[in-house]
């Protein structure tokens, strides 16, 4: 047997759906035989009737609604067709999700599934990672599970966290990642993994850009030289302890992010182990993003219009050679 | 329609609805405390904006009049009296107005920006239209808990009327059949933005169709109506009939805020029927009806004065909160707080 990511996060939702009363599903096409513009709800609807549940194309109600209902007990996942589409719902999410326990005392549990990150061919509108934009407010937790186990016990980590949680769950990963079973041990939200040790240069990434950077990591391992990759997993809260331990040991930092390059993740983690760990460095941190312009739709301009294993594997060693 | 009353009538002929006294205490009482409040603004004792429901009092007192336990509330600027029929203590609004620690928000929000969400009463965020789906989700989630006989009610001015949030959330309601009730109050002014900027249908009530309301109008100057229109359809909502939409018509009679002068609302708005002072309307009916003869009306107003005075000079005696005690931390959850070097 094996599971997919995609396989994964249907599971978490089906174990949730089944062990926990207050849960429901609220998304466009989730529900009926389709089961999702990505079948991440396929069957539960019949499994689970009155709980999973269609809405109309109204990105910003049904945010709102969701937000309801968790202030009155249950823990609604909120299903976004797109990442894309959840700027029409920023309005609730940073304004009334992100605010309504530091203002009123009450929690506001939701979790808004983001189906995030490039494929080919899918444009501006339908490849965004919006990780780094939804951690620049406060009150909201986001997560960026890079692995088919991260998948399945985020999802239900994320759900029984008592605040707002963006759970950025990468489409390309989706049927490009297998795993031969669910998983039976978990790390925590919160925490961030070392997930191949390294001596010569920490890269610290998430996400789709985890498995790019693993890519590079094995390319230099031939010629002698270790890479450490460090998967953040959570971006908010985001696990400096061990982004500096990874550059205790290395001495040198690269940060890769999907994302526009402004700002966001990479910019983040450097800034954080410029004021924290100075003293770690023995070269100047570099980062590398997407490029500053809207996603372009032909596969030749997307592959170079994101990270991928060439252009970092060309930084690392501008980095590794300072 | 279900019932559409004549715009500008007189005061009504019929008997008073039964909570007329009630209401109108609350409308006086608002009236009054607002007044203070306005006051302590020019004074400078408040910081930021103090924003006031005069001449909208009949129409927000009947939103939170007809309400019971277990009922949503989601006011918004203009509903001091709603909020007091529903049960919100003066105290809660001295308080946060004049920065009291002890407040519902504790300074961390403050004027028409506080709320109870455990009481039933939401704190509306300022973008118009974003508590129409959260009040949606408070009566899914109820009806999934298998509650019976709630209701939500949440009210809108018809500058609100005109966001995509809005539109969102009185379908998403629709559809999900929830009982609803929206109010929407036109006062003739958005801020300074007069009506003919703001839509151009004929009467916003037109809209309860599109959506699959039931709609209703009323005079917003004319308690009795507001009572009537506002009662009938808190009932038909909680009789699990569809959504209600009631368009009530006013003129604001105060600035956007305290700091407005008002100075563009025209002196033809100012002579239609609409721009009465519903407080002075529902004072003369009960003086005609003999409700009240004037020494019971004088001694109402002395009772509602020495509350109005109680709550401000207790809020006034309160700390202050204080940024070095603050808890600096907008997640519930302590374990997952992001420790920022």
Redesign the interface.
């Known amino acids: 047997m094996s599971v997919t990511y995609l396989e994964a996060i249907r599971e978490a939702q089906t174990y949730l759906l089944r062990e926990d009363k207050r849960v ?1 599903i609220y998304g466009q096409d989730i529900a009926g035989k389709f089961g999702g513009a990505f079948k991440a709800t396929k069957g539960l609807a019949e499994q689970f009737p ?1 709980r999973v549940l269609n ?2 194309i ?17 823990r ?1 996942i909120v299903e976004m067709q797109f990442a894309d589409f959840s700027s029409i719902a920023l ?2 999410i940073l ?2 999700a ?7 005392q ?2 506001c549990p939701i979790t808004v599934r983001l189906p995030s990150g490039g494929t080919k061919g899918s444009g501006p509108f339908h490849s965004q990672s919006m990780e780094g934009l939804y951690s620049h407010y ?4 986001v997560v960026t599970p890079a692995t088919v186990e991260d998948a399945y016990t985020m999802l239900i980590d994320a759900v029984a ?3 707002p949680v963006i759970y950025c769950e990468h489409k390309y990963l989706y049927y490009h990642l297998k795993a031969d079973a669910l998983p039976t041990e978990k790390l ?3 925490k961030a993994r070392v997930v191949r040790p390294g001596r010569d240069l920490s890269i610290v990434t998430n996400s789709a850009m985890v498995h790019e950077a693993l890519a590079v990591a094995q390319q230099f391992s031939a010629d002698g030289i270790e890479i450490e990759v460090v998967d953040l997993r959570s971006v ?3 696990d ?1 302890g061990t982004v500096l331990a990874s550059v205790a040991r290395t001495g040198r930092l690269l940060c890769v992010g999907e994302a526009f390059p402004w700002g966001g993740v990479t910019a983040e983690v450097i800034a ?1 182990v410029a ?2 760990g100075f003293h770690l460095l023995d070269a100047a941190p570099a980062r590398i993003n997407a490029k500053d312009t809207p996603i372009p739709y032909h596969p030749n301009l997307w592959s170079e219009h994101r990270p991928n294993a060439k252009t970092i594997a060309a930084k690392a060693r501008q980095v590794l050679a300072e | 329609m279900l019932q559409t009353a004549e715009r500008g009538a007189s005061t009504s002929k019929k008997a008073p609805h039964e909570k007329y006294l009630e209401a109108f205490r609350i409308m006086l009482q608002t009236r009054i405390f607002e007044e203070k409040l306005a006051s302590l603004y020019r004074g400078g004792l408040i910081t930021g904006g103090v924003y006031i429901g005069r001449g909208q009092e009949a129409v927000s007192v009947s939103c939170g009049i007809f309400l019971q336990k277990g009922d949503v509330f989601a006011p918004l600027i203009r509903d001091q009296a709603g909020r007091s029929a529903f049960g919100e203590p003066l105290l809660d609004v001295a308080r946060t107005y004049l920065g009291s620690r002890l407040g ?2 504790r300074g ?2 403050g004027n028409i ?1 506080r ?4 009481t039933g009463q ?2 509306m ?1 300022s ?1 118009l239209g ?13 009806r ?2 298998g509650e019976k006989g709630f209701i939500g009610l949440t009210t809108i001015g018809e500058g609100g009327m005109q966001t ?2 809005t539109h ?2 009185m ?2 309601a629709a ?2 059949h929830v009982p609803l009730v929206l109010v929407a109050t036109n006062n003739h002014y958005a801020y300074s933005t007069p009506n003919d900027r703001q839509f151009a249908c004929a009467d916003l009530v037109d809209r309860a169709k599109g959506y699959g309301y039931e709609g209703s109008s009323a005079d917003g100057t004319d308690l009795t109506q507001c009572l009537d229109t506002i009662g009938a359809a808190v009932k038909r909502a909680r009789a699990g009939r569809p959504p209600q939409l009631v368009v009530a018509s006013t003129l604001r009679l105060a600035g956007h805020g305290e700091h407005d002068d008002a100075s563009y609302v025209t002196d033809d708005i100012r002579r239609e029927p609409f721009a009465q002072d519903s407080l002075q309307r529902a004072e003369q009916l009960i003086l005609e009806q003999e409700l009240l003869d004037r020494e019971g009306l004088q001694q109402m107003r002395a009772e509602i004065a020495a509350e109005v005075d109680e709550a401000v000079a207790t809020a006034q005696q309160e700390d202050a909160p204080v940024g070095s005690e603050e808890d600096w ?5 302590r ?7």
């Open positions: 429901f009155g809405t109309p109204s990105e910003d109600a049904m945010v709102g609604t969701a937000i309801g209902a968790a202030m009155e007990g249950m609604p309005n609730q304004n009334n992100g605010t309504q326990y530091w203002r009123t009450v929690p406060p009150g909201l937790v966290i008592d605040d925590p939200i919160g908010k809260p985001l400096t954080r004021s924290e | 519902p928000m961390r929000d920006h709320g109870c969400p455990k939401l704190a965020i973008h974003a508590m129409i789906p959260v009040v949606v989700g408070k009566l899914l989630a109820k999934m808990k995509g949030a969102e959330g379908n998403i559809v999900e931390c907008a997640v519930s959850t374990e997952l707080v992001d420790q920022i070097p």
